[in-house]
């Protein structure tokens, strides 16, 4: 089943990929910015946003990285430079491994290449089995809420409502899916030195999930990749917008992306 797309402007293509409990819609403001002149397209996750529910089979970012190719066939899209924030970064290293050759640059942020501790496996694999119980996602929204923005945007109403909307609309079994996908992946560290296209590497210094030290390290394993800390939680692109569209812009440019 592929899943759903968001196509806007034209240009050279930029698949954008949202984190765990948001969906496309994350990337609204850089769509916005970056849309006159590069054809932005976002996916969301099964069971997120607008796509229909996971499909039966185990859980995994590989089977996802395949919808999400089958999901550029169908539109012509052979290279794309990928934007993946948090999951949507373990998505991204899922697609280069899958099709290095279909990736032209990689932007990756608040992420990690590791895969999970035992500990936060078995999280993850308790949330999955909560919101299939309580056939509800209600549960989640506040301590998500909590580990995803910094304390000065959980304050901001505008940053705050629509991220509460965002994991509101994920389905029980989306969210299941995507934490099952997560537990399941494997470490990518080793990946790393392999990534022969430009890097963009963003960490945020409030960062609840994800450490700044562990951003920095993946940054440093990859090939001449771009490193920048910005002043936010772990939802950088809607922390500081134009800080990540103002990397985002120099680091797509066009003279920047030949290859
Ligand atoms: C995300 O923001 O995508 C997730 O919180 C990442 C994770 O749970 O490892």
Do not use: K
């Not at 806007?8 to 698949?15: C, N």
């Not at 607008?50 to 290279?79: C, T």
């Not at 934490?179 to 590497?201: F, G, T």
């Amino acid at each position: 089943m592929l899943p759903a797309v968001h196509d806007t402007g034209a240009g050279e293509a930029v698949l954008f990929l949202h984190a765990f409990t948001m969906d496309a819609s994350q990337w609204d403001h850089q769509v916005a910015a970056l849309s006159d002149g590069m054809r932005c397209v976002r996916i969301d996750l099964w069971g997120c946003g607008m796509s229909p529910p996971p499909p039966d089979d185990e859980p995994s970012l590989d089977g996802f990285a395949s919808a999400v190719l089958d999901a550029l066939n169908a539109r012509d899209i052979d290279r794309v430079a990928v934007v993946g924030i948090s999951m949507g970064g373990y998505l991204a290293f899922a697609l280069w491994r899958r099709a290095p050759e279909r990736i032209r640059a990689l932007a990756l942020c608040n992420t990690r290449a590791t895969a999970d501790s035992d500990a936060s496996r078995d999280d993850r694999l308790a949330m999955a089995r909560q919101v299939e119980r309580d056939h509800s996602v209600e549960s989640i929204v506040e301590p998500m809420v909590a580990r995803l923005l910094s304390p000065d945007a959980q304050a901001e109403a505008h940053i705050v409502d629509p991220v509460r909307g965002r994991i509101r609309r994920c389905t029980p079994a989306g969210i299941a899916f995507a934490q099952r996908a997560m537990a399941n992946r494997p470490d990518c560290s080793a990946l790393l030195a392999s990534i022969n296209v430009p890097a963009l590497i963003i960490a945020g210094t409030e960062d609840a999930i994800i450490a700044t030290q562990e951003v920095h390290a993946m940054a440093d394993a990859i090939p001449g990749a771009r490193y920048a800390e910005l002043a936010c939680g772990h939802l950088s692109n809607l922390e500081l917008p134009r800080a990540v569209n103002d990397h985002l812009a120099a680091f797509l440019a066009p003279a920047r992306m030949a290859s």
